[in-house]
């Protein structure tokens, strides 16, 4: 049974510092690329960033880039989202996506590019 287990979302003041998990497990997880996508209410579901099943390629939207970092951890079929200097507009639901094919930086932010989702975890950025 293909789990993905999306937590570590908070309430966290502007300028904050979050770190999302993403669990895995019924699935050969070290061969999967896996992404975080983000959905805000009233709009659509956006990525945030993608890494490959090595660990070796990361891609980021351009809004995010120098303050989220995406790790993983194939031992312990865990994703990360290390996220700095968080601003309100980073509020959203995050979940996470996994797919057994290499990203690439044309189509990575695409949703039917992955397999498999799990359930989000909400982040709300507010003083």
């Known amino acids: 049974d293909v789990q993905l287990q999306a937590s570590g979302g908070g309430l966290v003041q502007p300028g904050g510092s979050l770190r999302l998990s993403c669990a895995a497990s019924?699935?050969?997880?070290?061969?999967?690329?896996i992404a975080w996508f983000r959905q805000a209410p009233g709009k659509e579901r956006e990525p945030v960033s993608v890494?490959?099943?090595?660990?070796?390629?990361?891609y980021y939207r351009d809004s995010v880039k120098g303050r989220f970092t995406i790790s993983r951890d194939n031992i312990e079929t865990t994703v990360y989202l290390q996220m700095d200097s968080l601003k309100p507009e980073d509020t959203a639901v995050y979940y996470c996506?996994?797919?057994?094919?290499?990203?690439?930086?044309?189509?990575?932010?695409?949703?039917?590019?992955?397999?498999?989702w799990g359930q989000g975890t909400q982040v709300t950025v507010s003083s």
């Open positions: 996506a996994g797919d057994p094919r290499s990203p690439n930086r044309y189509t990575w932010f695409f949703t039917s590019q992955y397999e498999h």
């Open positions: 890494i490959s099943s090595s660990g070796t390629t990361s």
């Open positions: 019924g699935f050969a997880f070290n061969a999967y690329t």
